[in-house]
């Protein structure tokens, strides 16, 4: 078949101008395309869907497309190997096994090597992190039974509402302050409401009144981006 779209798998790869695109069909109402942080595009189908309605999809989005490829490939370009990010700042990044330990100087990360660099990373996220969750913690009931820390590539941060444990993406350190206390209050709220609906970000809403503005610094290439 075209594209090599076959409905008797769930998911697999299709061929679109040159791209390769995961796809998975789901049982959702609409086409929805999302790019990740490593210039990946997946493609969520509707099991009704038609190989032909999928292929006037993407042409329709073609420029979205061309537009977050072109972003990817830009930041890729600039972002060099020796510059991180910490916070929000970008640092130039200096590795030296004669360095004692990882260290900010002035504008420069100095850092013995890169096990040593993940520390420093996980120190300051465990850091920051108890201290954002101690901050809100007052507004819930429940209290966090467990906080995870991890490094994915999919999700800033989850919560098992059941079990009240929170997992926090290690990645959120290079992040601005003011992101990672948005994703912390966004997981604590899920301890109340275990769902997105209208009065979970009514609730955000009333304790952290700017926290749109605070979702957009979480925004472009780091993580997923959605039509």
Request: positive net charge; aromatic residues 14%; proline residues 2%.
């Amino acid at each position: 078949m075209k594209y090599g779209i076959k409905k008797a798998f769930k998911k697999g790869v299709l061929h679109f101008e040159n791209l390769e695109l995961k796809f998975e069909y789901k049982k959702i109402k609409y086409l929805r395309l999302k790019a990740n942080n490593d210039g990946e595009f997946k493609l969520s189908i509707p099991l009704s869907c038609t190989e032909s309605e999928v292929f006037m999809f993407l042409q329709k989005n073609q420029a979205w497309i061309d537009k977050h490829l072109k972003r990817f490939l830009n930041a890729k370009a600039s972002l060099q190997k020796d510059t991180i990010s910490f916070l929000g700042r970008v640092y130039i990044l200096r590795f030296d096994e004669n360095f004692a330990k990882t260290r900010l100087c002035k504008n420069e990360l100095l850092a013995k090597n890169k096990k040593d660099l993940e520390l420093f990373f996980t120190q300051h996220a465990l850091r920051i992190f108890n201290f954002y969750i101690q901050k809100y913690q007052p507004y819930f009931e429940r209290k966090v039974s467990k906080i995870s820390i991890k490094k994915t590539k999919t999700l800033w941060g989850s919560c098992n509402h059941r079990f009240a444990r929170i997992n926090l993406n290690l990645r959120l350190i290079h992040k601005p302050l003011k992101a990672i206390e948005y994703v912390i209050l966004h997981e604590l709220t899920h301890l109340k409401f275990p769902h997105h609906q209208k009065e979970f970000y009514d609730f955000i809403e009333q304790i952290m009144p700017d926290f749109r503005k605070r979702q957009r610094l979480l925004k472009g290439l780091n993580f997923t981006q959605q039509i």
